[in-house]
Every structure is written in structure tokens, then in C-alpha cells.
């Protein structure tokens, strides 16, 4: 049976220990302060999610003192994760050592009992051959639970790859987003999972999908088109995709041996040019999908409009996609939202010539 998640209130044992503190103060104004800057500017945008979680007794006596942007520290996180379960906390070798995404992300999928779910993601996009990154089950779980946020585009800056230093801001939004739980999130990411088995591929639509989840857990960035460092609205940004820039930089800038024709047949960069590529005749039902489809989202479902489609993903096979949205690049099952706005496809696979249409 599945531990409950939370905590009783304002308890100051939950606190990080004031050894550990004194520690953290060293080292954030000494010699070594350089490895817990954080690597982006001081901002504000979590206040309420900070507000939350020292309210719960965790990270901070108090909003004042939480130092939102300092980097989290592997002795913070297993403090933290201690009160999330109520359980004993782990001794950490370095507990000073930064925490990255990735590692909050599994620490709390973890803590959520929801591992076994994320290594049964795993194993199937290996068994289907993708040579996905060792985070992919946990950054899937971690984003179909919501436990990431995107930055509003003048914040791009604020942005985070999945091996970067994960901020305290960050990690209350995470933390905060946990303790708002109704109670059946945990239940959908399972029932969700056991849906993800992924069919056998072709190897042009392996090629594809390989290049596609090798970015499992990078952020949305408005106008990004690239796992490295631009400025695409002049606001620099690590790196990052937005949705359209995502199917951008897997079909049109990824060089494929003998893939010539694939990289000439999208033309335009946004969602409104990518879906009017394809006449009427060409755009392929939902019933009708395969893997390495261009999948296109619109207000009013297949009688949208190439104008007013606002959303673009990769088809993975099985009712299950790859895209970048809110949650970054993230895998998820088209239901719900995604299902009733579901527009039509395209196959730039077959208009290259690679494989049946």
C-alpha cells in the first residue's frame, strides 16, 4: 500500500540540521560559493509555491530566509524527501553537492512510490529499440505529473536543462505541486503507463524517434529550436524547444545519413505552416497513425483550420506522443485534451520517399 505523501505542519525538525545549515553558509560566501550559485539570474516567480511549503514546515523556518535561488543541496533534498515520506532520511557522501533536475525529479518520483512506473517506461522504449537517455522513465513520470513549470517567455533565462543545478525556487514548485494533490495522480501515471508499449518500428522511423527522445526532460523555450545556448526572442535562453522548433530540430536540422530528401520536405518553422504543407487528401486520421507522424492540434479538431493550429507533437506509436509543451519535452498519452483536439497528420516519412504512404 502506497505511503501517504505528507507531513505534518510547521515542524521544525523537518528543517535541514544546523550543522548542515552552517555548512551550506560556508560554502554559499566562501572560497567554494561558485558551486551553489545558481545558473540563472535572481528572480521572482514562486512566491506563492514558496509560501506553501514553508507553511508545511519544509526548506525554511520562514519566506524570508528560503533563499529561492541558491542551488539545492543533496543534503537539502534528503531532508526533504525524509518529511515528504516520513521516513528516516538518507545520509548523503557529499551532502553540500548540488542536486540537479534529473535528481529531484527521480528523489521524487521516488518518494511518490512510482519508480517501478518509471522503469516500465524505460525498459518498453528500449524494448522498442529507441536508445532513450537512463532519465527517461523518471523525467516522463515527473512531467505527466506536473512537477515541472514553464517560464513565462521573457523568463526563458530561467530555464533549466535536465543535468543543470536545480534551484530552490524550482524545487518548491515541484514540492508545492505535491502537496496540492487530490489524490489520484499517482493512480493515472500508472494506469497511463501500462498503456505505453510501443510498436515495432521501421528503421527510418527508429532513426526519427532515436534523435526525438534523446531531449526527454529539456525545457520549453519560446522560439527554441536548439539543445544549446540562443537567444531566439533575445532573451537568452540555455536551450530548449518550443513546439513547433522541437519537430524543427528533429526533421529539418538533424543530419541522417541518406535523409536528404527528409530534411527538404518540411518548409515552415511554425505550427500554422507545418500543417498546411499537406493537402486535404494527405493528412492522416487518428485512426490511421504511425510512428514518426507529425501529429497537429487545433480548437476545433479535424474542422480546424491550418490558421488556428496552435499545437504540433511526434507520433510514438500506441496513442502515445513526443513533444514539447508546458511540461518540456515530455512523453504523454493523447487523451483528454489532446485526443478531442486532435486535427489530423502528417507523414513526412513517406513524402521523402522512406517509407510507404
Same mark, same amino acid.
Given at each position: ?5 505528507? +507531513? ?23 572560497? /567554494? ?21 514553508? /507553511? ?12 529561492? /535561488? ?58 522498442? %529499440? ?170 476545433? $479538431? ?16 500506441? %496513442? ?5 509543451? $508546458? ?21 513526412? +516519412?513517406?513524402?521523402? $520517399?522512406?517509407?510507404?504512404?
Amino acid at each position: 500500500m502506497r505511503r501517504p505523501v505528507l +507531513l505534518a505542519a510547521c515542524c521544525l525538525s523537518l528543517l535541514a540540521p544546523p550543522a548542515l545549515a552552517a555548512t551550506r553558509a560556508a560554502e554559499s560566501y566562501g572560497p /567554494n560559493a561558485r558551486k551553489l550559485q545558481s545558473v540563472v539570474p535572481p528572480k521572482s516567480w514562486d512566491k506563492a509555491e514558496i509560501r506553501l511549503v514553508v /507553511n508545511h514546515g519544509l526548506m525554511a523556518r520562514s519566506v524570508a530566509s528560503f533563499r529561492a /535561488n541558491d542551488v539545492l543541496t543533496q543534503g537539502e533534498l534528503a531532508t526533504l524527501v525524509a518529511a515528504l515520506t516520513q521516513q528516516p532520511a538518507d545520509v548523503p557522501a557529499n551532502p553540500a553537492a548540488p542536486v540537479s533536475v534529473v535528481q529531484l525529479d527521480a528523489r521524487l518520483v521516488k518518494a511518490l512510490e512510482l519508480s517501478d512506473t518509471a522503469a516500465r517506461l524505460l525498459s518498453a522504449a528500449r524494448a522498442a %529499440g529507441l536508445s532513450v537517455p537512463s532519465r527517461f522513465g523518471t523525467e516522463t513520470v515527473a512531467r505527466l505529473l506536473g512537477l515541472r513549470t514553464n517560464h513565462l517567455a521573457k523568463d526563458d533565462d530561467l530555464e533549466l536543462l535536465p543535468n543543470d543545478p536545480v534551484t530552490r525556487a524550482e524545487t518548491a514548485y515541484s514540492v508545492a505541486k505535491i502537496l496540492r494533490f487530490s489524490g489520484g495522480e499517482q493512480q493515472y501515471v500508472e494506469d497511463a503507463a501500462m498503456t505505453f508499449v510501443l510498436p515495432a518500428f521501421t528503421t527510418w522511423q527508429k532513426r526519427v524517434l532515436k534523435t526525438a527522445v534523446r531531449f526527454i526532460g529539456f525545457p520549453y523555450v519560446w522560439g527554441g529550436m536548439s539543445e544549446k545556448t540562443e537567444a531566439p526572442f533575445g532573451v537568452q535562453a540555455r536551450g530548449g524547444f518550443d513546439c513547433s522548433g522541437f519537430v524543427w530540430r528533429v526533421y529539418k536540422l538533424q543530419t541522417y545519413p541518406g535523409g536528404a530528401t527528409l530534411n527538404a520536405t518540411i518548409n515552415g518553422r511554425t505550427t500554422y505552416q507545418m500543417s498546411g504543407e499537406v493537402p486535404r487528401s494527405k493528412r492522416i486520421a487518428f485512426a490511421n497513425l504511425a510512428p514518426g507522424d507529425l501529429l497537429f492540434f487545433g480548437p476545433k $479538431g479535424p474542422r480546424s483550420k491550418p490558421s488556428s493550429i496552435g499545437h504540433t507533437g511526434i507520433y510514438l506509436g500506441s %496513442g502515445w506522443m513526443i513533444h514539447s509543451s $508546458g511540461q518540456g519535452v515530455a512523453v504523454v498519452p493523447l487523451t483528454g485534451w489532446y485526443r478531442n483536439s486532435f486535427a489530423w497528420g502528417r507523414r513526412p +516519412l513517406a513524402e521523402a $520517399g522512406l517509407v510507404a504512404g
